[in-house]
């Protein structure tokens, strides 16, 4: 088995868990930025990476999909498609990376699916992000793309809302609008892997419950709700593993508030006796 694996160039405890059971395994395993790939029409190798073919591995693990310009991003994922489109297997597949990224979409394609999200008003008009911020009160201003809880901004003042947004309409910036759901400030995260549901609930010193930002992991297993709401979040989405995030309003509702597709798993390594990156690699080998 010849494992390749997508990384953003820098250390990354994930990659070194994938890294370390793969060659347990006796697979040949090789890291490579998706920065410096290679593509070619008309002449082969077609597409390769550190002077390696990548038509020639049996998997692609995308890891990481670094930053950089939409041109940058477009063709990054361009390759995705097309080393797809040759046959290679790549995970997750690149149509789930794109859903997953754009947190418009991934939520749209829940709510249509019948799963639970916040209310969001997402618009290009300011007045229209004023009267949702009205109406709900308490919002959640995030970015349309991005991970990790950056760039998301709590907002309950009418002050701050206005400067808020007049920087938003300065940069020609999507308004993403979500009414805040109270939540002790404590979530659920459930790692899919397959039909594997592992979960952990995360608590912060703040409303941020991303472990990234200092949020603490904690056991949790979950109920069968909260299992079958993330293994279809995951199927709707397209991916073979993913990271859901489930919020508990006040009333005890349940909402899904994001769909990771390149989820890492320090955090909840640290709370669960399984083997995670051992999982992974078992979903892939027997998907």
């Keep these: 088995m010849r494992l390749g694996i997508f990384t953003s160039g820098k250390p990354d405890w994930n990659v070194d868990r994938l890294r370390e059971e793969a060659v347990r395994r006796g697979w040949e395993c090789f890291e490579f930025p998706l920065q410096e790939v290679v593509a070619r029409l008309g002449e082969r190798p077609r597409v390769t990476c550190g002077g390696r073919d990548l038509e020639e591995?049996?998997?692609?693990?995308?890891?990481?999909?670094?930053?950089?310009s939409a041109e940058q991003l477009v063709f990054r994922m361009d390759v995705l498609h097309r080393l797809e489109n040759l046959g290679v297997r790549v995970v997750n597949p690149p149509s789930s990376i794109e859903r997953c990224a754009d947190k418009f979409y991934t939520n749209s394609l829940l709510e249509d699916a019948g799963l639970p999200v916040p209310p969001t008003v997402v618009t290009e008009k300011r007045a229209e992000a004023r009267k949702a911020f009205e109406r709900y009160g308490e919002v959640v201003v995030k970015p349309l793309f991005g991970s990790l809880g950056a760039g998301a901004l709590r907002v309950k003042e009418g002050d701050l809302a206005y400067r808020l947004f007049s920087v938003l309409e300065y940069g020609r910036s999507v308004y993403y609008v979500q009414k805040f759901i109270p939540h002790g400030n404590w979530d659920l995260r459930i790692l899919v892997v397959g039909e594997e549901a592992l979960g952990m609930r995360r608590v912060g010193s703040g409303w941020k419950t991303n472990v990234s930002a200092g949020a603490s992991p904690e056991p949790w297993e979950p109920d069968e709700e909260s299992r079958e709401m993330a293994l279809k979040a995951a199927r709707v989405t397209g991916c073979e593993y993913?990271?859901?995030?489930l919020l508990r309003g006040e009333g005890g509702e349940k909402y899904v508030v994001e769909v990771n597709a390149i989820p890492g798993w320090r955090g909840l390594q640290s709370v669960r006796k399984e083997n995670v990156a051992g999982l992974i690699l078992d979903h892939l080998v027997g998907g």
């Design 242 to 245: 993913a990271g859901v995030d």
């Design 57 to 68: 591995f049996d998997l692609l693990l995308v890891r990481w999909v670094p930053k950089g």
